[in-house]
Nanobody
C-alpha cells in the first residue's frame, strides 16, 4: 500500500498550489480520501475529505472557499486545489485513506507547504 503526495513547495501569500496523492495497493474507489495538515507545534487537523463514490465533500471552515478537494478514481488519485494561500496554511499536508466499513486506514508521508513572502 502506498499513498504518495506531491505538489508541495514554497509559495507567496495569495498564491496557489495543487497537491496530488497517488494511491496504490488497495481498492481506491472504496475509500474515503482526506487531506490533513499539521503545523509546527500543533495537532494534525482535517482539511478536506471526499466520499468514495458519491463525490460528496467536506471542507474545514478555515479553508472553505479557498481549497477544493477532488478525486479521479480511474487514476487512483486525490487532489487538493489550494487558492488564496495564507501564511497560516503553512504545514505538512498528509493524504489519508479510510475504508469506513472496516476502519482500515492508510497515511502518506506528507508534503511540505510553506506560504511566505
Amino acid at each position: 500500500v502506498q499513498l504518495v503526495e506531491s505538489g508541495g513547495g514554497l509559495v507567496q501569500p495569495g498564491g496557489s498550489l495543487t497537491l496530488s496523492c497517488a494511491a496504490s495497493g488497495f481498492t481506491f474507489s472504496s475509500y474515503v480520501m482526506s487531506w490533513y495538515r499539521q503545523a509546527p507545534g500543533k495537532e494534525r487537523e482535517l482539511v478536506a475529505a471526499i466520499h468514495s463514490t458519491s463525490g460528496n465533500t467536506y471542507v474545514a471552515d478555515s479553508v472553505k472557499g479557498r481549497f477544493t478537494i477532488s478525486r479521479d478514481n480511474a487514476k487512483n488519485t486525490v487532489y487538493l486545489q489550494m487558492n488564496s494561500l495564507k501564511p497560516e496554511d503553512t504545514a505538512v499536508y498528509y493524504c489519508n485513506a479510510v475504508r469506513v466499513t472496516t476502519g482500515t486506514n492508510y497515511w502518506g508521508q506528507g508534503t511540505q507547504v510553506t506560504v511566505s513572502s
